[in-house]
């Protein structure tokens, strides 16, 4: 059975921290794009960050750049979002992902995880969404 089990939401204030895990588990991990989505009220779906894990290579949509930090523990088969400096605009329910990574072009997909234009319509798996409060 393909679970993504999300965990670590939750209320902060500005200028706070949290960290979301996403464990694995139903399919083979490093054949898969792993990360997070989030949906904040009224607004769409948007990819906010994801992770190559055979090399670990990061991607961040513009907003969260500089502030999340996404990682990958293989051995677990976790990914992490490490949020510093959350605003209140980080608002949202967070979702974990995954897609199965092309042969071929795989950076396009990295890129448009996060690109803004795809809110993740015909994702392979998801996870159930953990909210993240961030109060000013």
């Known amino acids: 059975e393909v679970q993504l089990q999300a965990s670590g939401g939750g209320l902060v204030q500005a200028g706070g921290s949290l960290r979301l895990s996403c464990k694995a588990s139903?399919?083979?991990?490093?054949?898969?794009?792993i990360g997070w989505f989030r949906q904040a009220p009224g607004k769409e779906r948007e990819g906010v960050s994801c992770?190559?894990?055979?090399?670990?290579?990061?991607y961040y949509t513009g907003s969260v750049k500089g502030r999340f930090n996404i990682s990958s523990d293989n051995a677990k088969n976790t990914v992490y979002l490490q949020m510093d400096s959350l605003e209140p605009e980080d608002t949202a329910v967070y979702y974990c992902a995954a897609e199965k990574v092309p042969q071929e072009n795989s950076q396009l997909l990295y890129r448009f995880w996060v690109s803004g234009q795809w809110q993740g319509y015909g994702m392979d798996y998801w996870g159930k969404g953990t909210q993240v409060t961030v109060s000013s």
């Open positions: 992770i190559d894990s055979s090399d670990g290579t990061p």
């Open positions: 139903g399919f083979t991990y490093d054949d898969y794009a």
